[in-house]
């Protein structure tokens, strides 16, 4: 990949899109490539077909999907399996047809089966069920692994898979019902604090076991593969380091001030009891994350007093 190369960020609002621009533009990548919703609807074929013949960007990253937490996949499976196949298709197979260099394809450790043996090395794909919760958001996902590798193996396109693991930190998505773990917990702290709550209550027992990556991390580990991989199979990209909720939601209580009682709801769901994904192929390459957990949390939190003064 050149420093002169176009890049077209997919996605360039959301969490890891965000990041991603900042990456590029930390990495000397200047000629950056981006598109609102409203400016190009990635679920629409001939928009973004059009979009591809006209400006034709030598590198993709794509970033941009339909995402959510537990509540929102398991409430909404058709719009989550719907449009990511749609944005995926559309996005890959265009670049290929207009002389993309260089495709990367953003994922999700949700592809992998839910007991599966831990840590999760790349290999496991399709070994055993997946999570019921976010089974048609991890279907779409999986399909757009196999489409990149089809069309390297059918038409030497360069397109590379990378799968992070639970992401969180500026940009994030804080809607109550709608976002993931870290960001929900946020809110879930910061208004108990506001409100003088003398507890919170978090789903599940607690005990379930994540791995949580800084989104600017993940962004870095992203510019690092393409400009150092290019091969078929797909890379998994984590900290190596595994925290229950329990003790997660513990270390945002402190970052946020709040002294109460944090206290479980059995009848909500844990999702899958344990994730830690094995990332040795790419820190074997030589990148490595450098954003440690509590750090990354005091960052989040102050992203998420940002966005309620908007």
């Known amino acids: 990949m050149l420093k002169d190369s176009l890049v077209y960020v997919a996605g360039h609002r959301g969490l890891v899109g965000s990041a991603l621009c900042r990456s590029l533009t930390r990495s000397g990548y200047g000629r950056q490539l981006v598109r609102t919703h409203a400016e190009l609807d990635l679920c629409d074929q001939a ?26 996949n398991a409430t909404y499976p058709a719009e989550f399996i719907y449009q990511n196949l749609q944005i995926q298709n559309n996005v890959i197979d265009s670049a290929y047809h207009n002389g993309c260099k260089k495709l990367l394809f953003l994922g999700s450790s949700c592809i992998y089966p839910k007991l599966c043996p831990q840590p999760i090395r790349e290999e496991y794909l399709l070994s055993g069920p997946l999570e019921p919760t976010n089974d048609a958001y991890a279907l779409a996902k999986i399909a757009g692994i196999k489409m990149c590798q089809a069309y390297r ?30 960001p929900a917990l946020i809110r879930r702290f910061h208004e108990a604090k ?31 593969l393409l400009e150092n991989y290019s091969d078929f199979e797909h890379v998994n990209v984590g900290s190596q380091q595994e925290h229950t909720i329990m003790e997660v939601a513990g270390i945002i209580a402190r970052v946020v001030g709040f002294e109460g009682v944090i206290n479980t709801d059995l009848s909500k769901p844990d999702g899958t009891p344990r994730k830690l994904m094995d990332s040795g192929k790419l820190l074997g390459m030589g990148w490595k994350p450098r954003v440690e957990l509590e750090d990354g949390l005091r960052d989040a939190y102050s992203d998420f007093l940002q966005t309620q003064q908007r």
């Open 153 to 182: 193996k059918q038409y030497g396109f360069d397109a590379i898979s990378a799968m992070p693991t639970n992401l969180y930190g500026p940009g994030d998505n804080y809607h109550p019902e709608n976002s993931h773990v870290i």
């Open 47 to 72: 928009g973004v077909r059009a979009f591809f013949a006209r400006h034709r960007p030598d590198v993709v990253i794509l970033a941009a999907a339909k995402v959510g937490g537990i509540h929102a």
């Open 194 to 224: 506001a409100n003088g709550a003398d507890s919170v209550t978090i789903w599940g027992t607690g005990k379930a076991l994540r791995e949580f990556l800084h989104v600017d991390d993940m962004a870095d580990a992203c510019v690092f």
